[in-house]
T-cell receptor
Framework: GENVEQHPSTLSVQEGDSAVIKCTYS??????FPWYKQELGKGPQLIID?????GEKKDQRIAVTLNKTAKHFSLHITETQPEDSAVYFC????????????FGSGTRLQVQP | NAGVTQTPKFQVLKTGQSMTLQCAQD?????MSWYRQDPGMGLRLIHY???????DQGEVPNGYNVSRSTTEDFPLRLLSAAPSQTSVYFC????????????FGPGTRLTVL
């Protein structure tokens, strides 16, 4: 089955700096890669996603890049703000199987004001 | 739309007790799933359903049952609770087919003593 590894587990940045979180996946058939943000006591919320036919996608301060050959994808947050502090999860999905999401173990991002 | 709702928010059980976690969605999504979240392990799939009357096992199904009699509801039953089932449980729904987005509920925090 799919295995998703996520690094780092914790990340602390100063307000205004950039943050990068990296994930690798094992199943070459996976073709959908979402990123979720989870605030304390809440369910994960989708913030951006990318499909395997696209190399990069951007939404304001958030961008995701995908390297299918190397089987890794990354989340980039620019101009970080204190409200970006949360736990971020990457995930991968194989549409021919269960269509379920396999999650990474999460990155706790802390933005210092 | 209320989105995905879960009840209860918190529950404490004694070992051996049974209970049902409720999940409902009002978005007419075909796909629904249950995940459990444990510290440092991301979210793991318990069971999923691609439509009314159809369910299947995920990564960690032992000790849990599900049924899907309607499109809207997808309850998760714990048959005989064990301390190892102490976790936060999330229900998610999405559209089966080309779109893979999944939307998560707020979670149920379960403690088994």
């Amino acid at each position: 089955g799919e295995n998703v590894e996520q690094h780092p587990s914790t990340l602390s940045v100063q307000e205004g700096d950039s943050a990068v979180i990296k994930c690798t996946y094992s199943d070459s058939a996976s073709n959908y890669f979402p990123w979720y943000k989870q605030e304390l006591g809440k369910g994960p919320q989708l913030i951006i996603d990318i499909r395997s036919n696209v190399g990069e996608k951007k939404d304001q301060r958030i961008a995701v890049t995908l390297n299918k050959t190397a089987k890794h994808f990354s989340l980039h947050i620019t101009e970080t703000q204190p409200e970006d502090s949360a736990v971020y999860f990457c995930a991968a999905s194989n549409p021919t199987g269960r269509r379920a999401l396999t999650f990474g173990s999460g990155t706790r991002l802390q933005v210092q004001p | 739309n209320a989105g995905v709702t879960q009840t209860p928010k918190f529950q404490v059980l004694k070992t051996g007790q049974s209970m049902t976690l409720q999940c409902a969605q009002d978005m007419n999504h075909e796909y629904m799933s249950w995940y459990r979240q444990d510290p440092g392990m991301g979210l793991r799939l318990i069971h999923y359903s691609v439509g009314a009357g159809i369910t299947d096992q995920g990564e960690v199904p032992n000790g849990y049952n599900v049924s899907r009699s309607t499109t809207e509801d997808f309850p998760l039953r714990l048959l005989s609770a064990a301390p190892s089932q102490t976790s936060v449980y999330f229900c998610a729904s999405g559209i089966a087919g080309e779109r893979d987005e999944q939307f998560f509920g707020p979670g149920t925090r379960l403690t088994v003593l």
